[in-house]
């Protein structure tokens, strides 16, 4: 493989002179510059990313960590992450942590030791003494989205789960239910909590009973839902609504309900969260809170860039508003 060193021999000048004509880094004549460039066509010559980024102090990548999981929702953010870094001409590196505490420690060790110019956080098994790591490397920009620890000083993009699950229940609510129940994601994450919050929000604004017989959790997979439906179930009598936390869980629900020999939404009304793209498709079609999840990765990235470019530490939390979405899971009581 040909170095710098067989470039500068091959069109006769020093390897300050290739270094300046291909980083354009200071002028150099259009003659020089041309047989240059023809010596590193000649010898296929590709300049070494390792030691350009050893030179100038960065790599123009950033790592990533997120929790492996089948919900949808981790790859929709992380497209947008992958679309944005590509626009700005950086490589991703994606780790997953499969919820697993000691795999994300040697994760986020290997992208430090790499020199990842940036971090984004995504993994919900992620606490505060998991970054004893930082004491041994100099600080790197992050940003935390969404499901990350709160506490941990960092930028921080997060979705407003208190107003989504207010409109969630609020609409159940204006479509005439008054006997509503919620399956929540395990109450441990803040966004589980945030969500149940907005649910009983927006029951005791409208004067409702919160029946703790209709409150149950699962773990924002399919098969929680069917574990929380399946508890609320076995108490007795069914609510007439339910605000389940995520559109996983709601199809779990779904298909557990109808082995049941329940309708949604004739006998059953449900309202999702995330608007993953699978919740347009399924029957019948969910109403679900809709997340920008594509505008989170994006959002992501560009807060990244600002902070290595401006070079101010900053941290601050950006909320991302939900919106209802409307399809056809909910019946309307008159």
């Known amino acids: 493989m040909a170095t710098i060193k067989d470039v500068a021999k091959f069109a006769g000048v020093s390897t300050s002179t ?8 200071r002028f150099v004549s259009e003659d020089i510059s041309t047989r240059v460039m023809a010596a590193v066509k000649e010898l296929n010559y590709a300049p070494s990313a390792l030691a350009r980024s050893l030179k100038v102090n960065h790599t123009r990548t950033f790592g990533m960590l997120v929790t492996t999981s089948t919900n949808p929702f981790f790859g929709e ?10 626009e700005q001409g950086y490589n991703l590196i994606l780790c997953n942590t499969e919820g697993d505490l000691a795999r994300m420690r ?16 995504m993994c919900s098994e992620v606490d505060g003494q998991a970054f004893d790591l930082f004491s041994r490397h100099q600080p790197v920009p992050t940003v935390v989205m969404d499901w990350g620890p709160i506490d941990f000083p960092s930028d921080k993009i997060q979705d407003n789960s208190h107003h989504g699950g207010y409109l969630a229940t609020k609409h159940l609510i204006d479509q005439g239910h008054t006997q509503i129940g919620c399956l929540t994601g395990p109450l441990d994450k803040l966004t589980a909590q945030q969500r149940l919050s907005g649910y009983v ?10 029946n ?4 149950a959790s699962g773990n924002f997979e399919c098969e929680g839902g069917e574990i929380a439906f399946n508890e609320v179930f076995a108490r007795g009598e069914l609510p007439t609504a339910l605000f389940v936390c995520n559109d996983m869980m709601a199809m779990g629900v779904i298909n557990t309900a109808s082995k049941k020999g329940l309708r949604v939404p004739e006998d059953l009304s449900i309202v999702g969260y995330d608007d993953i793209k699978l919740a347009k498709y399924i029957t019948p079609s969910l109403t679900t809170i809709h997340q ?20 101010h530490e900053t941290n601050t939390v950006i909320q991302l508003e939900p919106t209802l979405v409307e399809r056809d899971s909910v019946k309307r009581v008159h």
């Open 18 to 25: 290739v270094s300046h004509v291909l980083n354009k880094t």
């Open 106 to 121: 040697d994760s986020l060790d290997i992208l430090l030791q790499k020199r990842v110019d940036g971090l984004l956080l």
């Open 212 to 215: 703790k017989k209709w409150i």
């Open 77 to 86: 953010v992380v497209k947008g992450v992958e679309r944005r870094c590509y």
């Open 292 to 311: 920008p999840k594509h505008r989170l990765g994006q959002q992501a990235v560009d807060i990244l860039l600002d902070k290595i470019q401006n070079k």
């Open 201 to 210: 929000q927006a029951m005791e604004e409208a004067g409702l009973e919160v």
